[in-house]
């Protein structure tokens, strides 16, 4: 099959387009047909492994123990291994190619990969494939910050900081869906798109100050706002929720990345009310994948696709995420 390979970590010049060996399918796995994929900003870390400490906990030292990259996928089910129970060959499918964290390569960018049955969901009727592949990382992460972390609710006001890209644009719908008066905070070249996805309200923060107003609940998607800042523009009883993208590494350093951020948090979070409990358990992709069809079927969820480019084309797809220009999603297209 062709496939984009890693061999080392660096820039999008080190992926090349080969031809090599199908995939192994385990028995709690199936192999789907690639029909799309997306790229994210987890694929790019991956990628350059950094922070560094990433290549500690899931990558390796000096190149990715697993050499395809891409974690998102949509497709059509080819085989299934002996303890799959929900699908069969011929089955519509999209979800990740990993069980736990994307702090691997999960073999996406390829004409075939390996998923496991819990990663993965029956593809919305309403999606195409190219919509379905970018529904599953950035609307499991809006997922968790809107609903498990924020427990946004009905009539509050939420602001979405970083509304305009991969993660706040599941964002802004999700907490739409759930009755919220929602705000989006971006750079004004992405401001135009927000009300059509459901923002009542957006702001250029080039031109006001989002931590000026008061809310329910705020998504920080970039973090490029103080702490103080944000629990400041938080009601009494409001709630601060970080995802902690960091800029394509802008943000962080190149051992710790985010990181550093994310333990002050937690730290924080047993003496400060404003601050949700950090779960680290495994994410239930099933579950969460599940909720997000319900939402897309409904007529509530739908992804922005910036643009699709073809499987040959995926170094140049992960250089213009890392752009920041982005919005919505970036797609890659197999026939």
């Excluded at 809310?215 to 702490?227: C, E, H, L």
């Excluded at 599940?290 to 643009?307: F, N, Q, S």
């Excluded at 919005?327 to 890659?332: E, S, T």
Aim: charged share 25%; hydrophobic share 45%; net charge positive.
């Amino acid at each position: 099959m062709k496939a984009i390979v890693q061999d080392r970590y660096g820039s999008p010049d080190v992926l090349a387009l080969r031809e090599i060996a199908m995939p192994a399918v385990a028995e709690d796995e199936v192999l789907v047909r690639v029909r799309a994929a997306s790229v994210h900003p987890d694929v790019w870390h991956v990628l350059h492994g950094r922070p560094y400490v990433m290549r500690l906990a899931g990558l390796a030292l000096r190149r990715p123990r697993h050499p395809v990259p891409g974690i998102d996928v949509a497709g059509v089910v080819e085989a299934a291994g002996a303890r799959v129970t929900r699908f069969r060959p011929g089955d519509e499918v999209f979800g990740e190619t990993i069980k736990g964290y994307q702090w691997r390569n999960g073999g996406a960018f390829a004409e075939y990969a390996a998923a496991p049955e819990a990663a993965l969901a029956r593809k919305p009727e309403r999606l195409s494939f190219l919509e379905a592949a970018a529904v599953p990382t950035s609307g499991l992460i809006a997922l968790q910050g809107v609903q498990s972390q924020g427990r946004v609710q009905a009539g509050q006001s939420v602001l979405v900081n970083g509304a305009g890209g991969g993660v706040g644009t599941f964002a802004v719908q999700l907490a739409k869906a759930f009755g919220a008066h929602v705000t989006g905070v971006d750079v004004a070249a992405k401001l135009d798109m927000l009300p059509a996805i459901g923002a009542d309200r957006v702001i250029d923060p080039a031109r006001e100050d989002f931590t000026r107003g008061r809310y329910d609940v705020i998504v920080d998607i970039p973090g490029n706002r103080t702490i103080a800042d944000c629990l400041r523009a938080l009601t009494p009883d409001g709630t601060y929720v970080i995802i902690g993208h960091d800029g394509y590494g802008a943000a962080g350093g190149r051992w710790l990345g985010s990181f550093p951020r994310t333990l002050k948090l937690v730290a924080m979070s047993p003496f400060v009310r404003r601050l949700p409990r950090l779960d680290f358990s495994p994410p239930r992709k099933r579950e969460g994948l599940t909720l997000l069809k319900e939402h897309v079927e409904a007529g509530k969820l739908a992804p922005v696709i910036d643009r699709a480019f073809p499987l040959a084309e995926v170094p140049d797809a992960i250089r213009h995420l890392e752009t920041g220009g982005v919005q919505g999603k970036v797609v890659i297209a197999l026939t």
